[in-house]
Nanobody, 122 residues
Framework: VQLVESGGGLVQAGGSLRLSCAAS????????IGWFRQAPGKEREFVAA????????YYEDSVKGRFIISRDNAKNTVYLQMTSLKPEDTAVYYC????????????????WGRGTQVTVSS
């Protein structure tokens, strides 16, 4: 399976963006899908994840109430709706898939997209 992220861009603080993660080559049906981000000079960190088969969602504390992860079965696509964006949300956002035991642990994911840049200006 290959993953392609899209939807990043430049937005003012308080604004919104919707990121997409489209899978090709195989369906997500039995997988977990996560969104991670990496800011310059920082380690990659967990943002949100979803178990495709049951739809259970997970969020990092700083994005709870602002970000929503969802899936579209027909399009084999996962979305990350981001609202009330803050400058500290600025990062390259990656989606990843695999069969993670710990949905927040990057090393549990085996396939990664190339990322999409999100920049939030103050």
């Amino acid at each position: 399976v290959q993953l392609v992220e899209s939807g990043g861009g430049l937005v003012q603080a308080g604004g919104s963006l919707r990121l997409s993660c489209a899978a090709s080559g195989r369906t997500f049906s039995t997988y977990g899908i996560g969104w991670f981000r990496q800011a310059p000079g920082k380690e990659r960190e967990f943002v949100a994840a979803i178990r495709w088969s049951v739809g259970t969602t997970y969020y990092e504390d700083s994005v709870k109430g602002r970000f929503i992860i969802s899936r579209d079965n027909a399009k084999n696509t996962v979305y990350l709706q981001m609202t009330s964006l803050k400058p500290e949300d600025t990062a390259v956002y990656y989606c990843a898939t695999g069969t993670p035991l710990d949905m927040s642990r990057a090393n549990d994911y085996t396939i990664w997209g190339r990322g999409t840049q999100v920049t939030v200006s103050s």
